[in-house]
């Protein structure tokens, strides 16, 4: 397969220049430090997969993944992210994107985007198939939405329809507009869900979620 690395750290796109250009079945036809660079390097290599930083100096990765999303709706996009990065990674997903893996993991990488290759999404090392995942192929066809209530019990309503939006990519803002509540009321219902489900961030909720049209 043949892909692009942006990061903003240079050293950080040379490492993985190296790692994966020693792959057998890999090779990076291009490198770069910002979104801008990227969508020219995708436009002109036509590679298979982009691996993008979500943020970088001026154009960050999101952007840039719109941009080429926009020309190329079957694009392969794969963001490199941190923990920190999560409600940024569940916007990504939605629009398309294939997946996100941890910087710090670097030996997962690899075997993460041959799993890109064959049609699945990948979420912080776990495989998804891309269409259960994002619920959509075209944006024309929704999945079947799950019952909410015997999938998580020890929700309360309210909460499950949290859960529902966050996985949709919405923010705290978003939510409280949509479901009509506070943002505070927001933080604490995504507080609660988290502990009820034994979960680190709103991006395992959004799995949870994603899981469940299984």
């Not at 709706?73 to 941890?102: H, K, N, Q």
């Not at 949709?168 to 933080?187: H, K, P, Q, S, W």
Request: hydrophobic content about 45%; some cysteine.
């Amino acid at each position: 397969m043949r892909l692009i690395v942006a990061d903003d750290d240079a050293v950080v796109v040379s490492s993985l220049a190296i790692v994966l250009g020693a792959q057998p079945d890999m090779e990076v036809v291009g490198t770069g430090t910002d979104g801008e660079q990227a969508v020219r390097l995708w436009q002109e290599l036509s590679p298979d997969i982009a691996l993008l930083d979500i943020q970088m100096k001026g154009m960050d990765g999101l952007a840039a993944a719109e941009r080429i999303l926009e020309r190329d709706p079957g694009a392969r996009i794969v963001f490199l992210t941190t923990f920190s990065d999560d409600e940024y990674v569940v916007r990504a997903l939605r629009m398309g994107a294939c997946g996100y893996l941890i910087k710090q993991d670097v030996a997962a990488i690899a075997p993460a985007l041959r799993s890109v290759m064959r049609g699945h999404s990948v979420l912080e090392g776990q495989v998804l198939e891309r269409a259960v995942a994002l619920g959509a192929n075209d944006g024309t066809q929704k999945a079947a939405e799950p019952d909410m209530e015997a999938l998580f019990p020890q929700l309360t309503e309210r909460e499950r329809e949290v859960v529902r939006l966050v996985a949709e990519g919405l923010d705290n803002r978003e939510i409280a507009a949509r479901a009509c509540m506070g943002e505070g009321t927001v933080r604490n219902h995504i507080s609660d869900i988290l502990a009820k489900l034994g979960l680190r961030n709103r991006t395992q909720i959004a799995v949870a979620w994603w899981r469940a049209l299984r």
